[in-house]
């Protein structure tokens, strides 16, 4: 089936300006993750999804982040007024629930900012 | 808070030998430890994962050991190729949470 599915490919903007990044989990998954990979770097937790409720936002690195979920489905990142540090490739990942392991990843929306 | 690390970060080896890549992990409470390869550009790809009853796992070309005791975990690529040059990342979930906490990555050159 389809795999997980993340848009734009690639966004550039102007600093100051919001952005929003979607992403489109594997049908049935209930669980929704977003990471956040900047240049070189690990994978940084940003905010966990179980359906529609978001039990842990532990990782989002400022009130400028905020993420909604529709239901099962499509969840939106957005940045507001954007910085050069949130420079990254922002990558989506759903698993079939919360305790299910093996979490799929998308292919990433690449954000820069200049 | 809790912490994965990993080594080398860089790793070249010529075709045909063996890789291996080592994490160590902060939360003695983890119960589940994947690695994914990430080629340039691509999205991070599950190779094999192992949890915390289990001591070794073997996929074909890939083994994944755990020692549960000293808190680290290893990735084994046997009869390495060419194609196995990428990015490899471990990543462990800790107790009471539901996201992956990432190395920072091994960067596998395989020379031909």
């Known amino acids: 089936g389809a795999g997980v599915s993340q848009s734009p490919s690639n966004k550039v903007t102007e600093k100051g300006k919001d952005v929003e990044l979607r992403c489109d989990p594997i049908?049935?998954?209930?669980?929704l993750y977003w990471y956040r990979q900047r240049l070189g770097q690990g994978l940084e937790f940003l905010i966990y999804?179980?359906?529609?409720?978001?039990?842990?936002k532990s990782g989002l690195p400022s009130d400028r982040f905020s993420a909604e979920r529709t239901g099962e489905s499509v969840s939106t990142l957005t940045i507001q007024r954007t910085q050069q540090e949130d420079s990254a490739v922002y990558l989506c990942?759903?698993?079939?629930?919360?305790?299910?392991?093996?979490?799929?990843f998308g292919p990433g929306t690449r954000l820069t900012v200049l | 808070g809790e912490n994965v690390e990993q080594h080398p970060s860089t790793l070249s080896v010529q075709e045909g030998d063996s890789a291996v890549i080592k994490c160590t992990y902060s939360?003695?409470?983890?119960?589940?430890f994947p690695w994914y390869k990430q080629e340039l550009g691509k999205r991070p790809q599950l190779i094999i994962d192992?949890?915390?009853?289990?001591g070794e796992k073997k996929d074909q070309r890939i083994a994944v050991t755990l020692n549960k005791t000293a808190k680290h975990f290893s990735l084994h690529i046997t009869e390495t190729q060419p194609e196995d040059s990428a990015v490899y990342f471990c990543?462990?979930?800790?107790?009471?949470?539901?996201?992956?906490?990432f190395g920072k990555g091994t960067k596998l050159s395989v020379i031909p």
């Open positions: 990942a759903s698993s079939l629930g919360g305790g299910a392991d093996t979490q799929y």
């Open positions: 999804f179980q359906g529609n409720s978001a039990p842990d």
């Open positions: 990543a462990a979930r800790f107790a009471g949470s539901y996201q992956l906490t």
């Open positions: 049908s049935g998954h209930t669980a």
């Open positions: 939360d003695s409470a983890s119960n589940y």
């Open positions: 192992i949890r915390s009853n289990v």
